[in-house]
């Protein structure tokens, strides 16, 4: 289960997939991450995929959002019905946009997901949220979305709000996620959110962002590609390091 953070000054701290397999999600996810984003709208993870990705998530009961890669009804559904504990959905601009992507997450009368034989009957029921509903996030990344933050944080079903900086930079127009006008925008939209009563989250990527980032409930440290780059280039130069000290 991933909790409401209502005091804000606890991060629930996660790790992007894009590309990992099993293996190395049942590696990453026990690495003490609070959740794991799977990421289908970016990287090479696929909808087969997903039931042994979320298994491995499951091994170190951490749960796990699904990124889907658009709005279609059809895949926030099956991401669900292969044991997502929610789906983060790319690129919402309206509240009309919110309220679908709501009821794709939702069973009748309420919404329109389906029901049908799958994967989430059997599923760790604990890694879902109480009663087994599944988080239904939207993410603000325009300057669309940015604009009707507020109709779309306050659509029914609507969860949360996770800031995607990188593409909401680029609609801005600002020099990358650390320009000042795209702090303020992200600033914004997780106050409105938060103010709505609603989870917030983002994706960092970036230490100086993370900082900026400080009251989101949600925060994405970093991809696993970053990860593995970074923890590679750690060791080369602390091998480096070693191997001239030994040789003085
Ligand atoms: C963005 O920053 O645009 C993202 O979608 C991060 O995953
Ligand atoms: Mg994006």
Redesign the pocket.
């Known amino acids: 289960m991933i909790p409401a953070n209502t005091a804000h000054t606890n991060n629930r701290l996660g790790a ?1 997939l894009t590309f990992l397999d099993a293996h190395g999600v049942e590696a990453l996810s026990g690495s003490g991450f609070d959740w794991i984003g799977i ?1 289908l ?2 990287g090479t993870a696929t909808l087969d995929g997903l039931p042994g990705l979320l298994r491995a998530c499951e091994l170190n009961r951490t749960p796990a959002l699904v ?1 889907t890669s658009g709005h279609s009804a059809a895949e926030i559904g099956r991401a669900l019905d292969a044991g997502a504990a929610g789906v983060v959905v ?1 690129m919402v601009e309206s509240a009309a946009q919110a309220a679908a992507i709501a009821a794709a997450c939702t069973f009748p009368p309420e919404g329109v997901r389906s029901s049908g034989a799958s994967r989430s009957a059997i599923a760790a029921p604990s890694l879902l949220q109480p009663e087994g509903k599944v988080l239904c996030l939207a ?1 603000i ?1 325009s300057a669309a979305g940015l604009a009707n933050a507020g109709a779309i944080a306050q659509a029914d079903g609507i969860d949360g709000i996770f ?6 930079a680029l609609s801005l127009g600002a020099d990358g ?1 650390t320009d000042p006008k795209t702090l303020d925008a992200i600033g914004h939209v997780l106050a409105v959110a938060r103010n709505h009563g609603k989870l917030t989250g983002a ?1 960092s ?1 970036s230490a100086e962002l993370s900082g900026a980032l400080r009251d989101a409930d949600l925060l ?1 440290v970093d991809s696993d590609l970053a990860f593995l780059r970074s923890g590679a280039e750690a060791k080369l130069v602390a091998t480096r390091a070693a191997l001239s000290a030994a040789r003085e």
Not at 163 to 168: I, K, R
Request: charged share 20%.
């Open positions: 992007w990421d709208q970016h990124r790319p993410m990344e800031v995607g900086p990188y593409d909401l996620v994706f990527g994405a």
